[in-house]
């Protein structure tokens, strides 16, 4: 079993910053690529960035030169900086991890006030 915790989730103003983290733990021996999904109300999951095994990394569009996202030396978790925040960036952020099944963690909320 694999579990994902999140954390760096918060309130804060429009242009600001944050720093999600999210660590891995349990029986996982390798992983494809692991990502940040985010999900507002009344919308559906969507995708924010994902980064490979090698260290290949996409983004959404509307996120691009804004956030990045990073895994530790370990390969045990992954980072997401987020500058420039705005208020459409309000949303509940998931960790994922896929390794042929996906993972997910509880989520964390993050609101950007006008």
């Known amino acids: 079993q694999v579990e994902l915790v999140e954390s760096g989730g918060g309130l804060v103003q429009a242009g600001g910053s944050l720093r999600l983290s999210c660590a891995a733990s349990g029986r996982f021996f390798s992983w494809y690529h692991m990502g940040w999904y985010r999900q507002a109300p009344g919308k559906p999951r969507e995708l924010v960035a994902r980064i490979t095994r090698g260290g290949s990394t996409n983004y959404a569009e509307s996120v691009k030169g804004r956030f990045t996202i990073s895994r530790d030396n370990a390969g045990n978790g992954s980072y997401l900086q987020m500058i420039s925040l705005k208020p459409e960036d309000t949303a509940v952020y998931y960790c994922?991890?896929?390794?042929?099944?996906?993972?997910w963690g509880q989520g964390t909320q993050v609101t950007v006030s006008s």
């Open positions: 994922n991890l896929h390794n042929g099944y996906d993972y």
